[in-house]
């Protein structure tokens, strides 16, 4: 056996024993190669100049740049500008329209069905004057039987309504005329609506 090999064979045993010592398995090879990274660290930190601080001034420095002197330059006058003629207001009256008068708000009126309270079995109100646009609403009040009532019209605007006792139906009346109304189920409950 040569030199060479001995000394390879020695290598092999010195490294399983610290493979060995390391704990086995690859760990030995970390350790190689942190110890190998921490011997890289050190030799950058002693040969690379001005990586520590160090007191004296022999650092790197950095070399000033000359800098060209700029010339001096007078200012120039910004040119002036004379602010457009404001036009005066005319002092003539503006002539007086015809005055705007609003347009009719529409209204809602309400007939109340509760023919018991007056004893005449009667809308209240009977007869009921609106504009046109204005709507009506029949609401059922009838605390007394709490019935249905059927709304119908005499001039055929709706078909006949139930309106089940706590509830209400509406009709908007968009052309003059007095129209009549009734109750189905009681045919002498009569009611008009004019409409101006």
């Not at 056996?1 to 000394?7: I, L, V």
């Amino acid at each position: 056996m040569g030199f060479a090999s001995e000394m390879y064979v020695k290598f092999l045993d010195s490294w399983d024993e610290f493979n060995e010592w390391c704990g086995g398995g690859s760990r030995g090879l970390l350790v190689v190669a942190a110890l190998a990274l921490l011997i890289l660290a050190l030799l950058a930190v002693v040969f690379v100049p001005g990586l520590l601080p160090t007191d004296d001034d022999e650092g790197v420095v950095a070399e000033e740049t000359p800098t060209k002197p700029v010339a001096e330059t007078e200012p120039t006058a910004a040119p002036t500008v004379a602010p457009p003629a404001i036009p005066t207001p005319t002092t003539e009256p503006t002539p007086l329209g015809t005055p705007v008068t609003p347009a009719h708000l529409p209204e809602v009126h309400t007939v109340v069905i509760n023919p018991y309270v007056t004893q005449n079995f009667e809308f209240d109100p009977i007869n009921c004057t609106i504009a046109r646009n204005d709507s009506v609403v029949w609401l059922n009040e009838d605390t007394s039987t709490q019935g249905t009532y059927i709304l119908t019209s005499d001039d055929g605007l709706w078909q006949p309504v139930d309106i089940p006792f706590g509830s209400e139906f509406t009709y908007t009346f968009n052309s003059s005329g007095t129209y009549h109304y009734g109750c189905d189920y009681f045919p002498h409950m009569k009611g008009t609506i004019i409409v101006k």
